[in-house]
C-alpha cells in the first residue's frame, strides 16, 4: 500500500512538470523569436512538437514555424509544409484558417502555382466557409492568375454596374407626421 501511495505521488509530480516543460520549451522559442534568433526559435518550435507531438501547444508551434518560414527565411515552400500539416493535423484549431488561407496565398503569390493556389482556396472555402477570410478567398479565387490592372479593371466595371442597381433601391426620405 506504501509503495501504490507513493507511487501516485511521482505519478502525479511527473504530470505536472510534463505541462511546464512543454510552457517552457515554448516560451524559450518565443524568446528566441523576440531576439530575432530565427533560426534558434526555429529548432525551439519543432523540439516542442517533437518532445509533445500531441500537446496543447503543437498547433501553435507548426503556425510559428511556418510564419518564420514565411517572413523571415523566405522560405515559401517549408511555410506551406508547416501551413498544411497543422491543417492536415489540426484543422479545427484557432489558427488553421488562417495556415489554409496562406497556403493559397503564398501559391498565388509568392510561388505562382495558380493551379495549387486555386485547390487551396477552394479547400479552403470547403473547411472554413464562415471564417473571417473566407470574402478575401473568394476574391482571390475570382482574381487568379490576374495582372493589377486586369483586377482594376474588373473591379471598376463591377462598381459601375452596382451603382445604377442601388440609386433604383434608394427611397426617399418619408416626411415624419405632424412635421
Same mark, same amino acid.
Given at each position: 500500500?506504501?509503495? #501504490?501511495? &507513493?507511487?501516485? #505521488?511521482?505519478?502525479?509530480?511527473?504530470?505536472?512538470? *510534463?505541462?511546464?516543460?512543454?510552457?517552457?520549451?515554448?516560451?524559450?522559442?518565443?524568446?528566441?523569436?523576440? $531576439?530575432?534568433?530565427? %533560426?534558434?526559435?526555429?529548432?525551439? =518550435? !519543432?523540439?516542442?512538437?517533437?518532445?509533445?507531438?500531441?500537446?496543447?501547444?503543437?498547433?501553435?508551434?507548426?503556425?510559428?514555424?511556418? *510564419?518564420?518560414?514565411?517572413?523571415?527565411?523566405?522560405?515559401?515552400?517549408?511555410? #506551406?509544409?508547416?501551413?498544411?500539416?497543422? #491543417?492536415?493535423?489540426?484543422? %479545427?484549431?484557432? *489558427?488553421?484558417?488562417?495556415?489554409?488561407?496562406?497556403?493559397?496565398?503564398? =501559391?498565388?503569390?509568392?510561388?505562382?502555382?495558380?493551379?495549387?493556389? $486555386?485547390?487551396?482556396?477552394?479547400?479552403? !472555402?470547403?473547411?472554413?466557409?464562415?471564417?473571417?477570410?473566407?470574402?478575401?478567398?473568394?476574391?482571390? &479565387?475570382?482574381?487568379?492568375?490576374?495582372?493589377?490592372?486586369?483586377? &482594376?479593371?474588373?473591379?471598376?466595371?463591377?462598381?459601375?454596374?452596382?451603382?445604377?442597381?442601388?440609386?433604383?433601391?434608394?427611397?426617399?426620405?418619408?416626411?415624419?407626421?405632424?412635421?
Amino acid at each position: 500500500m506504501k509503495y #501504490v501511495v &507513493l507511487f501516485s #505521488v511521482i505519478a502525479l509530480a511527473l504530470a505536472g512538470c *510534463t505541462k511546464k516543460a512543454e510552457k517552457e520549451l515554448w516560451q524559450s522559442a518565443v524568446e528566441m523569436q523576440k $531576439r530575432n534568433e530565427v %533560426d534558434d526559435a526555429i529548432q525551439g =518550435y !519543432l523540439r516542442v512538437l517533437e518532445e509533445y507531438p500531441n500537446g496543447k501547444l503543437a498547433p501553435e508551434a507548426l503556425y510559428a514555424i511556418g *510564419t518564420l518560414y514565411q517572413n523571415e527565411k523566405q522560405d515559401k515552400s517549408k511555410a #506551406v509544409e508547416f501551413y498544411q500539416r497543422l #491543417v492536415r493535423e489540426y484543422s %479545427d484549431h484557432a *489558427t488553421a484558417p488562417n495556415a489554409a488561407f496562406m497556403i493559397g496565398f503564398i =501559391y498565388h503569390n509568392d510561388l505562382k502555382k495558380v493551379e495549387e493556389a $486555386r485547390r487551396a482556396y477552394e479547400e479552403f !472555402l470547403s473547411k472554413y466557409p464562415s471564417s473571417t477570410m473566407a470574402e478575401s478567398a473568394r476574391f482571390e &479565387l475570382a482574381t487568379l492568375g490576374k495582372s493589377p490592372e486586369e483586377i &482594376l479593371r474588373q473591379q471598376e466595371a463591377k462598381a459601375r454596374t452596382e451603382k445604377p442597381a442601388a440609386a433604383k433601391n434608394k427611397r426617399a426620405p418619408h416626411a415624419m407626421p405632424g412635421r
